[in-house]
């Protein structure tokens, strides 16, 4: 990501900040004023005050970042911006790169270039072993196991080793809502999403009956954890987090600067399988039937399985904070669909300009790499687009085309749930989205082709 100084930082700082709480990998690249301006506190355009610091903008996005790199002298700069590429990707969080406006064209040697940045996180051989060992001897001597999936496990670039172990394990496998599509939910193994109290019928029982839980990058917050209904008894979970492990069964035993992705491809190699449990995949009771089920137009209880049943294999599909994000995580979805939400930081209107980096990064990989062409589907309601509505123009003029499914509640529904079901405050302008795609540059006929409007099931 790129900004200008300034009141463009500002402006970019929310998305860092959210990146920052969910633990995404993201480089921010920051133009500053020149050198001289910043010594001599030179009132340029966008500063702050008479006397401006023009460092303030730096000052304020410490807490939304792991590293960052002021690049004042050419002949340290190179290492300096490896440094930081190197901690996003090792902690897994934004990184800041801040260039002043006299450093741009400064000459460093192309041959830096040849020099590879190594990003293998280090090993702790001692407690990488001895948590192993812990884990192998708490999973033989269980009886009834189960593994958990969460986001962590992705954003930490684990997902191919979390896999391997379901696979080599064969136990009840759940997942958090951040966490879906880790775990291919066509998996034999595989029993749906966990969200405590508030879960598919019969998947809490399930859960409780377990006497041993093995938590895979667990992010706990309230809305990914059913409001907090979701929980593993310390006396039978185990946590391997991005950096740790955490075996709570043996007295909340740590192991510090033990790595996720290095440990799993260890702890893969070392299973011994025939002293796994056999655990038989839980049976689930059926879901009872929408007490709106005879309705006509579209309901909560009708469109999230529609919606699952139109994915195929490749698509990326994206849910805005709101009823999108927490009605979707109950539908199945076919293998090799990717899922995508922000429900921890919940910044409503991220998933738009989101569904736009997933096109082009669909487009990339078909480019360069041959890859099947998936499909971007964006879920989002009225509320969220009108924030970040603007990337649609960008999608137009670029010629990308991700699908996008307004839900038009005509306000804030999840706000309405909360507080204030018929409050003013919970309301929004009214668009009409039939103008959209022409308004941001699409021909007419390409706009009247490519706009549906759904007002009732089947229509």
């Known amino acids: 990501m790129q900004a200008g100084t300034t009141s463009g930082e500002l402006s970019a700082l929310n998305g860092v900040a959210g990146a920052m709480t969910e633990q995404v990998k993201l480089i921010h690249v920051v133009g500053q004023t020149s050198r001289k301006m910043q010594r001599n506190h030179m009132m340029i355009h966008h500063s702050i005050g008479p006397t401006p610091d023009h460092q303030v903008y730096n000052k304020m996005s ?7 790199a002021e690049l004042l002298d050419e002949k340290t ?10 901690e996003c990707f090792l902690q897994s969080a934004p990184v800041y790169i801040f260039i002043p406006i006299d450093m741009v064209m400064k000459q460093i040697p192309e041959s830096l270039l040849e020099t590879k940045i190594d990003i293998t996180p280090p090993v702790n051989e001692r407690g990488e072993k001895e948590a192993i060992d812990a884990i ?10 189960l593994v958990f999936v969460d986001a962590l496990v992705h954003r930490h670039n684990a997902k191919k080793e979390a896999s391997k172990l379901v696979d080599i394990l064969a136990f009840p496998t759940y997942a958090a809502n951040m966490g879906k599509t880790i775990i291919d939910e066509t998996h034999p193994s595989y029993v749906g999403i966990y969200n405590g109290r508030v879960s598919t019928p019969g998947l809490y029982e399930a859960v409780e009956a377990s006497d041993l839980a093995l938590v895979l990058g667990s992010i706990p917050s309230d809305t990914n954890s059913g409001g907090f209904t979701r929980t593993f008894h310390d006396a039978k979970c185990i946590q391997i987090n991005p950096h740790s492990v955490v075996f709570l069964k043996i007295g909340g035993e740590k192991w510090l600067d033990v790595h996720m992705k290095p440990l799993l491809t260890r702890l893969v190699s070392t299973i011994t399988k ?6 038989p995949k839980p049976r ?42 927490f009605g979707l995580p109950d539908a199945t979805f076919p293998k090799d669909v990717i899922f995508i939400t922000q429900t921890y930081y919940g910044s409503i209107g991220y998933c738009t300009p989101a569904a ?13 790499q041959g890859k099947s062409r998936g499909r971007t589907i964006l879920v989002t309601g009225d509320g969220s687009l009108q924030l970040t509505i603007q990337e649609v123009g960008t999608m137009i003029a670029r010629g990308f085309q991700p699908i996008i499914m307004v839900i038009n509640n005509a306000g804030y529904t ?28 699409a021909s007419k006929s390409e706009a009247t082709t490519n706009f549906h409007r759904a007002t009732k099931r089947g229509g």
């Open 62 to 68: 410490e807490p939304a970042r792991v590293a960052a």
């Open 77 to 86: 700069a190179p290492a300096e911006i490896d440094r930081v590429i190197r």
């Open 136 to 145: 192998l001897d708490a999973i033989y001597q269980a009886k009834n196991p």
């Open 274 to 279: 025939s002293s796994l449990p056999k655990v």
């Open 284 to 325: 689930l009771g059926s879901r009872p039937a929408a007490k709106d089920i005879d309705a006509k137009h579209i309901t909560q209880s009708y469109i999230w399985d529609r919606i699952a049943a139109f994915l195929r294999p490749g698509d990326v599909l994206l849910a805005d904070t709101g009823t999108a994000a």
């Open 356 to 368: 736009l980096g997933s096109d082009v990064a669909l487009s990339e990989l078909h480019t360069e």
């Open 414 to 441: 999840i706000e309405r749930v909360i507080h204030g079901a018929r409050q003013p405050y919970n309301d929004i302008v009214a668009y009409d989205y039939s103008h959209m795609l022409s308004l941001f540059g």
